[in-house]
């Protein structure tokens, strides 16, 4: 399985952005895929995941309220939508996947994409 993420960019603060990731290969619906960022100078962390089914999803606290993930099955995507985006969100935001139940463990993840830049400008 491959993941490719996109819809990366440069915003102001109080914009909008949606990530998408795009998975190829054969997956399963016991599987389990999330967003990861990492900041400059900081630890990778977690920051929402959602099963295949759709049917369960998780958010850092971090995010709650201004991010959504949700799920395309026709599409084998999954999406990140940000808004209200703050310099703070400023990272790389990478996408993982792993099989089992929804986890913001990081290293249970197995299969990575390569990495989306998020710049927001205060």
């Known amino acids: 399985v491959q993941l490719v993420e996109s819809g990366g960019g440069l915003v102001q603060a109080g914009a909008s952005l949606r990530l998408s990731c795009a998975a190829s290969g054969r997956t399963f619906s016991w599987y389990n895929l999330a967003w990861f960022r990492q900041a400059p100078g900081k630890e990778r962390e977690f920051v929402a995941t959602?099963?295949?089914?759709?049917?369960?999803?998780r958010l850092a606290d971090s995010v709650k309220g201004r991010f959504t993930i949700s799920l395309d099955n026709a599409k084998n995507t999954v999406y990140l939508q940000m808004d209200s985006l703050q310099p703070e969100d400023t990272a790389v935001y990478y996408c993982a996947l792993r099989p089992g139940g929804v986890s913001e463990s990081i290293t249970l993840y197995s299969t990575w994409g390569q990495g989306t830049q998020v710049t927001v400008s205060s």
């Open positions: 959602i099963s295949l089914t759709g049917g369960t999803t």
